[in-house]
């Protein structure tokens, strides 16, 4: 097969297999091919993950946060040598075109291993407290054992994301991919050995739903970073309770993407754009509300209309590709489920709605798809379709639009595009979320928080703000004098 792993799972630092785990099948979604077979893992197998990862996090913590940085650049500079064979295997597991897994992929993987090795000797810096004569310091320590569960959009770089600011402060991890996509991490676990990364530091494992709760409610985890779902959010926020484990919730959206008719109307329907197709539309923070003010509605759905046409859908694995395949047929079905609603519920389609006729029969592909005149209340407009369907509103004024914008149960991320720069900060201001964009869209560098708000989620990911999120203060009071008591 062409994408067979030595084995499942890798734990302790090596390739291990256990056949009595169900199934999982790797599927090429250009084309339905199965490329490799592996097994979820067994109850044993978890353990096995969660013993590897207890006794090596002592050893790893015990390190000093330097020399714990040089492995994570290490492992950075390896990723950037192997960026093309990571980038043909992340388009093999996801679909995506080889265009864009080649600069957003591994190389995104490989900066947060870059950044938190370049801040790994700061990163655990405490502070002193004179107290008058007694003093007291802090120490930032890290949890313990962290479990990092993907999505299926960005298999290696939420394997990263989430296991370079585990690592940096001294925790061990045990990932489990997405059962949709489960080459990537191994490889990155692969990488991070040839780094000299301690075995049984960085681990990965296999499963799905069923696999997922035996490492939530392991009583050896400490932390459990999610990126997934809101109704899986929920699920495993209610099981980390249960065990008072630290949680960071990374979940969907229904972003706002606010288009003001003094923005560069170009340059607003490349953010549209960016917002909405890229890796054919599966992307947590997509701006899939685009509100647009009614000035310049016509002249902006003629230009997207004629921009979204000559997109290049096709083979995944050929540089020219602009855009791949769903995921998965499950996920193919849901989203041309969503256009058909769309279409009965009186949206206007301006282009796409089903599937392209120029590619293959077999592959996951669905057109990119524009809807206009679409109204707050229809489906669509309320539901993450995660797929590449644009919803066109169009508005009058600046209160009105912050309101409906605001009108979402969802808070992951938004945007403006306005040439008046007051405004643009003001709106900013007053929308409900975590990460926001101003005349661009969808950039996530490493160096500026990631995360939602409301029923998107919490915690945050990159950025300093991660390292919080991956460890705790122990405070230490200093008595100077003799200890005094009144008794
Ligand atoms: P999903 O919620 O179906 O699955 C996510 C992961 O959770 C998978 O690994 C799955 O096996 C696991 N899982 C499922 N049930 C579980 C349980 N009860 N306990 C423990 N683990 C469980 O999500 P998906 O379909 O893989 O990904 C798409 C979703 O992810 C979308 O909603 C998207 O918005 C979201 N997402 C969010 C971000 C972000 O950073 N905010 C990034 C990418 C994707």
């Given at each position: 097969m062409k994408a067979q792993p030595p084995a499942s799972h890798f734990i302790d630092g090596e390739y291990v297999e256990d056949t009595d785990g169900a199934v999982i099948e790797s599927i090429?979604?250009?084309?339905?091919?199965?490329?490799a077979k592996l097994h979820a893992a067994t109850p044993a197998i978890v353990e096995k993950a969660i013993a590897s990862a207890k006794r090596a996090q002592k050893e790893w913590a015990a390190m000093s946060p330097m020399a714990r940085g040089r492995v994570l650049k290490r492992a950075a500079e390896i990723i950037r040598e192997r960026n093309r064979e990571l980038s043909e295997l992340e388009t093999l597991d996801t679909g995506k075109p080889i265009q864009e897994t080649i600069v957003a992929d591994p190389t995104s993987g490989a900066d947060a291993f870059e950044f938190f090795g370049g801040v790994a000797p700061a990163a655990m810096n405490g502070s002193h407290i004179p107290l008058g004569g007694d003093w007291a310091y802090t120490k930032r320590v890290p949890l313990g054992v962290c479990v990092g569960i993907g999505a299926w959009n960005y298999p290696q770089q939420i394997a990263c994301w989430k296991g370079a600011p585990a690592l940096v402060v001294g925790n061990a991890m045990v990932f489990k991919p997405s059962e949709t996509t489960p080459l990537g991490a191994l490889k990155i676990a692969e990488i991070l050995i040839e780094a000299?990364?301690?075995?049984?530091v960085y681990n990965v494992i296999q499963g799905d739903r069923e696999t997922g709760p035996l490492l939530v409610n392991h009583?050896?985890?400490?932390k459990v970073s999610l990126t997934g779902s809101v109704p899986t959010g929920r699920k495993v926020a209610a099981a980390a309770a249960g065990g008072l484990k630290h949680v960071t919730m990374e979940l969907g959206g229904k972003s706002p993407l606010i288009v003001f008719d003094d923005a560069d109307v170009e340059s607003a329907i490349s953010g549209a754009m960016l917002g909405n197709f890229y890796s054919t539309g599966q992307?947590?923070?997509?701006?899939?509300?685009v509100f647009v003010q009614k000035a310049i509605k016509e002249k902006f759905l003629a230009r997207l209309k004629e921009r979204t046409e000559a997109i290049l859908i096709?083979?995944?694995?050929?540089?020219?590709?602009q855009m791949g395949p769903m995921v998965s047929w499950a996920q193919r079905e849901k989203v041309l489920g969503y256009i058909e609603k769309g279409k009965a519920e009186g949206a206007t389609l301006i282009t796409g709605g089903g599937i392209p006729?120029?590619?293959?029969?077999e592959g996951y592909f669905v057109q990119p798809t524009v809807f206009a005149?679409?109204?707050?209340?229809?489906t669509i407009a309320r539901e993450?379709?995660?797929?590449?369907v644009m919803c066109v509103l169009d508005f009058t004024d600046e209160a009105e639009v912050l309101e409906r914008a605001n009108?979402?149960?969802?808070?992951l991320a938004g945007g403006v595009f306005t040439a008046d720069l007051s405004r643009a900060h003001r709106v900013v201001d007053q929308l409900e979320a975590g990460t926001l964009w101003i005349n661009t869209y969808n950039l996530c560098p490493v160096e500026i928080p990631f995360g939602g708000s409301k029923q998107s989620g919490f915690g945050r990911e990159n950025s300093l703000a991660a390292i919080e999120h991956y460890s705790e203060l122990k405070t230490v009071y200093v008595g100077m004098g003799k200890c005094e008591a009144p008794y």
């Amino acid at each position: 097969m062409k994408a067979q792993p030595p084995a499942s799972h890798f734990i302790d630092g090596e390739y291990v297999e256990d056949t009595d785990g169900a199934v999982i099948e790797s599927i090429y979604p250009a084309t339905g091919e199965v490329i490799a077979k592996l097994h979820a893992a067994t109850p044993a197998i978890v353990e096995k993950a969660i013993a590897s990862a207890k006794r090596a996090q002592k050893e790893w913590a015990a390190m000093s946060p330097m020399a714990r940085g040089r492995v994570l650049k290490r492992a950075a500079e390896i990723i950037r040598e192997r960026n093309r064979e990571l980038s043909e295997l992340e388009t093999l597991d996801t679909g995506k075109p080889i265009q864009e897994t080649i600069v957003a992929d591994p190389t995104s993987g490989a900066d947060a291993f870059e950044f938190f090795g370049g801040v790994a000797p700061a990163a655990m810096n405490g502070s002193h407290i004179p107290l008058g004569g007694d003093w007291a310091y802090t120490k930032r320590v890290p949890l313990g054992v962290c479990v990092g569960i993907g999505a299926w959009n960005y298999p290696q770089q939420i394997a990263c994301w989430k296991g370079a600011p585990a690592l940096v402060v001294g925790n061990a991890m045990v990932f489990k991919p997405s059962e949709t996509t489960p080459l990537g991490a191994l490889k990155i676990a692969e990488i991070l050995i040839e780094a000299g990364l301690p075995k049984g530091v960085y681990n990965v494992i296999q499963g799905d739903r069923e696999t997922g709760p035996l490492l939530v409610n392991h009583p050896d985890v400490a932390k459990v970073s999610l990126t997934g779902s809101v109704p899986t959010g929920r699920k495993v926020a209610a099981a980390a309770a249960g065990g008072l484990k630290h949680v960071t919730m990374e979940l969907g959206g229904k972003s706002p993407l606010i288009v003001f008719d003094d923005a560069d109307v170009e340059s607003a329907i490349s953010g549209a754009m960016l917002g909405n197709f890229y890796s054919t539309g599966q992307v947590c923070s997509n701006g899939t509300r685009v509100f647009v003010q009614k000035a310049i509605k016509e002249k902006f759905l003629a230009r997207l209309k004629e921009r979204t046409e000559a997109i290049l859908i096709g083979d995944p694995q050929k540089e020219e590709t602009q855009m791949g395949p769903m995921v998965s047929w499950a996920q193919r079905e849901k989203v041309l489920g969503y256009i058909e609603k769309g279409k009965a519920e009186g949206a206007t389609l301006i282009t796409g709605g089903g599937i392209p006729n120029n590619v293959s029969g077999e592959g996951y592909f669905v057109q990119p798809t524009v809807f206009a005149d679409v109204t707050d209340n229809m489906t669509i407009a309320r539901e993450e379709i995660f797929g590449p369907v644009m919803c066109v509103l169009d508005f009058t004024d600046e209160a009105e639009v912050l309101e409906r914008a605001n009108s979402s149960e969802f808070g992951l991320a938004g945007g403006v595009f306005t040439a008046d720069l007051s405004r643009a900060h003001r709106v900013v201001d007053q929308l409900e979320a975590g990460t926001l964009w101003i005349n661009t869209y969808n950039l996530c560098p490493v160096e500026i928080p990631f995360g939602g708000s409301k029923q998107s989620g919490f915690g945050r990911e990159n950025s300093l703000a991660a390292i919080e999120h991956y460890s705790e203060l122990k405070t230490v009071y200093v008595g100077m004098g003799k200890c005094e008591a009144p008794y």
